[in-house]
T-cell receptor, first 113, second 113 residues
């Protein structure tokens, strides 16, 4: 079975400093991996996706993630945080067969001025 | 191109009642998935419909049921509501169930009292 573990439930940064949200995955085959963002009282928005192409994936709003098979990791980074980045972030792996999405428990990103 | 729309946005039901949630898929999408997101948790897969047939189900009891219509819109029905059914219910659509193509709606917030 596929699963993801988000290593931090909360991450606090100051505006303008780098962001690192950590995710490890478990999969019996080459997975598709995603990061989604959820702002308060909103639905989920896809930030970026890895589907076995380039291991460094660039997404929207300056976010990127690197797929590291040897470490089974897919960490999300951004060079400089903005106040509008404050939200809940979910690391997601796709399942087998009909490719359901398996979500992590989420990391809440707090950005202070 | 319209996105995924869900209705209603909020509703309150009494324990034991039945509820129907609705989802209009994105134009051109033939697959709809439903997810339950309890407060402070990541979304959990309920089931998926592809061309009007259920082709995948998560670990939810039979009182959670669904339909997909010829225009690919969908309904989620929950019978005999329990307090623990209180959650945000998210609908996502994609073309042919491809995991990298899901678009999420903003959800329906269900409160069971």
């Amino acid at each position: 079975a596929q699963s993801v573990t988000q290593l931090d439930s909360h991450v606090s940064v100051s505006e303008g400093t780098p962001v690192l949200l950590r995710c490890n995955y478990s999969s019996s085959y080459s997975p598709s991996l995603f990061w989604y963002v959820q702002h308060p009282n909103k639905g989920l928005q896809l930030l970026l996706k890895y589907t076995s192409a380039a291991t460094l994936v660039k997404g929207i709003n300056g976010f990127e993630a690197e797929f590291k098979k040897s470490e089974t990791s897919f960490h999300l980074t951004k060079p400089s945080a903005h106040m509008s980045d404050a939200a809940e972030y979910f690391c997601v792996v796709s399942g087998t067969g009909f490719q359901k999405l398996v979500f992590g428990t989420g990391t809440r990103l707090l950005v202070s001025p | 191109e319209t996105g995924v729309t869900q209705s209603p946005t909020h509703l309150i039901k009494t324990r034991g009642q039945q509820v129907t949630l609705r989802c209009s898929s994105q134009s051109g999408h033939n697959t709809v998935s439903w997810y339950q997101q309890a407060l402070g948790q990541g979304p959990q897969f309920i089931f998926q419909y592809y061309r009007e047939e259920e082709n995948g189900r998560g670990n939810f009891p039979p009182r959670f049921s669904g339909l997909q219509f010829p225009n690919y819109s969908s309904e989620l029905n929950v019978n005999a509501l329990e307090l623990d059914d209180s959650a945000l219910y998210l609908c996502a659509s994609s073309l042919d169930g491809l995991s990298y193509g899901y678009t999420f709606g903003s959800g329906t917030r269900l409160t069971v009292v």
